[in-house]
Nanobody, 124 residues
């Protein structure tokens, strides 16, 4: 069984930082593109950032550019999301996901494996 397991969520004050991790475990599968999404209460799941595993190419949502950095450790099969200068509007459950194929995409339905999510709460 393949699993994506997020960790690192928590509660911080505005302006603070958090680093999320997404570990891929279980039966090996091809990792082409991995992404982070978030969902706030009453809102649709939205794209945050994605990374292509082979060359490290990245893509960010406009709302997080300059504040959030996505990275990966190929040897550990782990993806990270470094979040700085956090704002209350960043409060959400953050999910990592895998997308088959090598083209980065922002649509959640194009991702086929998902983690269980980790809560990030930013207070003002």
């Amino acid at each position: 069984q393949r699993q994506l397991v997020e960790s690192g969520g928590g509660s911080v004050q505005a302006g603070g930082s958090l680093r999320l991790s997404c570990a891929v475990s279980g039966r090996p599968f091809t990792i082409n593109v991995m992404g982070w999404f978030r969902q706030a209460p009453g809102k649709e799941r939205e794209f945050v950032a994605a990374i292509r595993w082979s060359d490290g190419d990245t893509y960010y949502a406009e709302s997080v550019k300059g504040r959030i950095t996505i990275s990966r450790d190929n040897a550990k099969n782990t993806m990270y999301l470094q979040m700085d200068s956090l704002k209350p509007e960043d409060t959400a459950i953050y999910y990592c996901a895998r997308k088959p194929g090598g083209v980065i995409a922002t649509t959640p339905t194009m991702y086929d494996y998902w983690g269980q999510g980790t809560q990030v709460t930013v207070s003002s």
